[in-house]
């Protein structure tokens, strides 16, 4: 089995809806992020989180909010989806003891139309 | 603000080449740097990464890269290429201080026979 899954893995949806993206991981480990990328320009932080009582905005934070359940779930939130962001989404987690190593899961494709 | 650069979106190849994908990073903060990979409808996977120590670092799959302070590079070399080395790859570095990865752009790698 997937140390961190997320699920769905692809989603279509209309403007203005409500989404929520999860992920969930079976590593133990404390940090979590979120993460989108966009063709031409990488992957680009939206939130992480270091514990379950520490939650930060990335770079580009705005549209989106995140829940961190417990340790293993991390959730993010569209409150009103808006076209521009049809992305890839990745959650990763990492072990503070060893932050330099990010692990990826699967990924969700989110559209907007 | 660290930033990573690679100046490739993307670099077409022969099987059995030899293949050089490039990355600079920004020098106003120390850095931990890292090349990700991501096949065709998969999540990122860590290649190798560079903490400190040994300015070659050898990966995973035959890869390698170079440390080079003075020009501020971390290119990432493989002396022959197989078509399943087709995939997206990503440098990215991480500011020791906040432990958040900033990516580049990625480079698609293109091997055709």
């Known amino acids: 089995d997937a140390d961190v899954t997320q699920t769905p893995r692809n989603r279509i949806t209309k403007t203005g809806k409500r989404i929520m993206l999860e992920c969930s991981q079976t590593k133990g480990h404390d940090r979590m992020y979120w993460y989108r990328q966009d063709p031409g320009l990488g992957l680009r932080l939206i939130y992480y989180?270091?514990?379950?009582?520490?939650?930060n905005k990335g770079e580009i934070s705005d549209g989106y909010s995140v829940s961190r359940q417990a340790q293993a779930k991390f959730s993010l939130s569209l409150e009103s989806a808006i076209p521009n962001q049809t992305a890839l989404y990745f959650c990763?987690?990492?072990?503070?003891?060893?932050?330099?190593?990010?692990?990826f899961g699967p990924g969700t494709r989110l559209t907007v139309l | 603000a660290q930033s990573v650069t690679q100046l490739d979106s993307q670099v077409p190849v022969f099987e059995e080449a030899p293949v050089e994908l490039r990355c600079n990073y920004s020098?106003?903060?120390?850095?931990?740097l890292f090349w990700y990979v991501q096949y065709p409808n998969q999540g990122l996977q860590l290649l190798l990464k560079y903490l400190s120590g040994s300015t070659l670092v050898k990966g995973i799959n035959g890869f390698e890269a170079e440390f080079n302070k003075s020009q501020t590079s971390f290119h990432l070399r493989k002396p022959s290429v197989h078509i399943s080395d087709t995939a997206e790859y990503f440098c990215?570095?991480?500011?020791?201080?906040?432990?958040?990865?900033?990516f580049g752009t990625g480079t698609r790698l293109l091997v055709s026979p």
């Open positions: 989180s270091f514990d379950v009582k520490d939650i």
């Open positions: 990763a987690t990492s072990d503070p003891r060893r932050a330099d190593t990010q692990y």
């Open positions: 020098s106003s903060v120390s850095v931990y």
């Open positions: 990215a570095g991480m500011n020791t201080g906040f432990q958040k990865l900033v």
